[in-house]
């Protein structure tokens, strides 16, 4: 293998950054749900400042953080001693391990939550709801229209793939290896030029497809507090819907910087550089909204005094923690109970509808992409 360039280096080292940013988005989700919810399970507001549940949580965040500090090490390591063959599945290994194994540790913890709620009776006394019967007087996340700013990447991206067609050579570059040198070619057609264009419209797609779940998702309003939760929500969801589409719309110009690798204009190599940065910043800029919301705002609402009393518990819809089953809930879309956004009602049959829907469009999108 050729020597790597400094270009390389960087690409392997913002690439290496993924490690340590799953790594503690997932050690600080327990600190980042609202205090009602801990590793998923339904307590009482008061109750996140019983020692035992601190401990649990302190406990759950040392243990992910010297997962991801090994991990983080261990990858590092492997850029220095064999980038060519070792950095990418090291890596992959390691963000596998540290996904599933943060799960694995939280169903644990979830596990002895639920023997301290029950040895403590914290049980809800009552089921109440909070709805509104009139414009709710909180922030509101932004309207579909603003999608409308993802045309601006895709009509860029396909002109550039129409008015560079000419330019393109009759082999267009589509790998290269660690050192920079090309290792696969593909001929030139007006199918595999539209390639960046594809990749664009499925971003695109998935995005607005984010956008509108967020505006048909139920409301995560606390019945003890109604109105400034409500503020709470509508703050997060909005700062969400901003992050998404503006983000979105900054990353979906990777298609113009892919189609000018393709004109050979710039190197693959200089193309990636650019797209790993804005994917860095993407990362690091939802990193920031989500520690300064947490999930539903429930930062916006540390402060508050806490209630002693369960409004409402609805364990009993929550699969394994993250998988939420309500036949008898309207809602399509619900914020997670551990994690940052929202999830899917799986006891709504249209949301099965949605899920076969997105797996024959990702498919369609990897087999196209392949045949490209």
């Not at 991206?157 to 589509?174: H, K, Q, R, S």
């Not at 819907?241 to 892919?258: A, D, E, H, R």
Request: hydrophobic share 55%; net charge positive.
């Amino acid at each position: 293998m050729e020597a790597m360039n400094p270009t390389s280096f960087a690409l392997l080292g913002l690439v290496l950054l993924f490690v340590p940013i799953t790594g503690i988005l997932a050690a600080a989700t327990p600190c980042l749900m609202p205090k009602r919810e801990c590793f998923a399970v339904t307590i009482p507001d008061a109750a996140a400042s019983d020692p035992e549940v601190k401990q649990l949580k302190r406990s759950y965040f040392v243990i992910v953080m010297i997962m991801t500090t090994a991990f983080t090490v261990l990858c590092g390591a492997s850029i220095l001693i064999d980038p060519e063959q070792a950095f990418l599945p090291v890596l992959v290994i390691s963000e596998l391990v540290l996904c599933i194994g943060s799960y694995g540790l939280m169903l644990w913890f979830r596990r002895r939550t639920i023997a301290l709620k029950e040895e403590r009776n914290w049980k809800a006394r009552s089921a109440k709801r909070v709805g509104f019967i009139a414009e709710e007087p909180a922030p509101k996340p932004l309207s579909q229209k603003w999608d409308l700013l993802f045309l601006i990447p895709i009509v860029i991206t396909a002109l550039a793939c129409i008015v560079g067609y000419p330019l393109m050579p009759d082999l267009i570059a589509t790998n290269i290896d660690l050192s920079g040198q090309v290792s696969h070619w593909t001929e030139k057609t007006p199918v595999t030029a539209a390639f960046p264009v594809l990749i664009v419209v499925f971003m695109d797609g998935c995005f607005t497809f984010a956008h509108w779940s967020i505006l048909r998702s139920k409301k995560g309003v606390d019945a003890a507090r109604p109105a400034a939760s409500a503020w709470a929500y509508g703050a997060f969801a909005r700062a969400q819907s901003i992050l998404l589409v503006g983000l979105g719309t900054m990353l979906s110009f990777m298609g113009p910087i892919i189609a000018l690798s393709f004109m050979n204009v710039i190197t693959m190599m200089h193309a990636l550089l650019p797209v790993m940065i804005m994917i860095v910043i993407v990362l690091v800029a939802a990193i920031g909204v989500t520690v300064v919301y947490g999930q539903n705002g429930s930062r916006l609402l540390r402060r508050m005094e806490a209630s002693e009393s369960m409004p409402v518990d609805d364990d009993r819809y929550w699969k394994l923690g993250i998988f939420y089953w309500n036949r008898d809930d309207a809602s399509l879309f619900v914020p997670e109970r551990f994690g940052v956004g929202w999830t899917i009602n799986l006891g709504r049959p249209a949301a099965w509808g949605i899920i076969v829907c997105f797996l024959i469009v990702t498919a369609g999108f990897i087999i196209l992409s392949l045949l490209m």
